[in-house]
Nanobody
């Protein structure tokens, strides 16, 4: 079984920064791409950023390009999301996701999910 545990969420003022972490455990040796999604109140869950196993390929939602950075440390089975210049509209529960198949980078269909961490950006 696979477990993904997010941390690093919190309350921050607009313009501030946060760094989210997601630690994977269990049968992680077969992991491929990992990603971050978010869901704001009353809205559908949306893709934020993805990264392949080697870290050389990343993709981002247009709304976060230039402000957010996804990275990973495979020695620690951890993926990170650095968030700068945060906006009120970035407020959401942020979820970590992982998959064994590289195709998830394109389809955004990930098999494994964490429980989420709340990010609240105040004006």
């Amino acid at each position: 079984q696979v477990q993904l545990v997010e941390s690093g969420g919190g309350l921050v003022q607009a313009g501030g920064s946060l760094r989210l972490s997601c630690a994977a455990s269990g049968r992680t040796f077969t992991f491929g791409p990992m990603a971050w999604f978010r869901q704001a109140p009353g809205k559908e869950r949306e893709f934020v950023a993805g990264i392949d196993w080697g870290g050389g390929v990343t993709n981002y939602a247009d709304s976060v390009k230039g402000r957010f950075t996804i990275s990973r440390d495979n020695t620690k089975n951890t993926v990170f999301l650095g968030m700068n210049s945060l906006k009120v509209e970035d407020t959401a529960v942020y979820y970590c996701a992982a998959d064994r198949d590289y195709s998830a980078m394109t389809t955004k269909n990930y098999a494994f999910w964490g429980q989420g961490t709340q990010v609240t950006v105040s004006s």
